[in-house]
Nanobody, 123 residues
């Protein structure tokens, strides 16, 4: 499975962005789709994921109420809707796919990764 992220960019604090993750096949009906982010000098952290087995989605507490995850009906694209962005949200955002059921939250639980897209938030 190949994953390609897009939609990153520069936004002012309080603004919104929508990230997209396009898969090379209808991956998200048999892989969990996750979003992670990594800021300079920090570890890659879980942002949210969508389960393929029961269609649940979940996001990290740090972004709850601001970020949401959904898939297109063809199950080929995973989206991360980000609202009320803050400077601490600035990072490279990565899309990933996991063969595990449920909502995997650890990087080692994911089998495929995209190349990442940069999100910059100005204060």
């Amino acid at each position: 499975v190949q994953l390609v992220e897009s939609g990153g960019g520069l936004v002012q604090a309080g603004g919104s962005l929508r990230l997209s993750c396009a898969a090379s096949e209808r991956a998200f009906n048999r892989y969990a789709g996750g979003w992670f982010r990594q800021a300079p000098g920090k570890e890659r952290e879980f942002v949210g994921a969508a389960s393929y087995s029961d269609r649940r989605t979940d996001v990290a507490d740090s972004v709850k109420g601001r970020f949401t995850i959904h898939r297109d009906s063809a199950m080929k694209t995973l989206y991360l809707e980000m609202n009320n962005l803050q400077p601490e949200d600035a990072a490279v955002y990565y899309c990933a796919a996991s063969m595990l059921t449920g909502i995997p939250q650890r990087t080692f639980q994911y089998d495929y990764w995209g190349q990442g897209t940069q999100v910059t938030v100005s204060s």
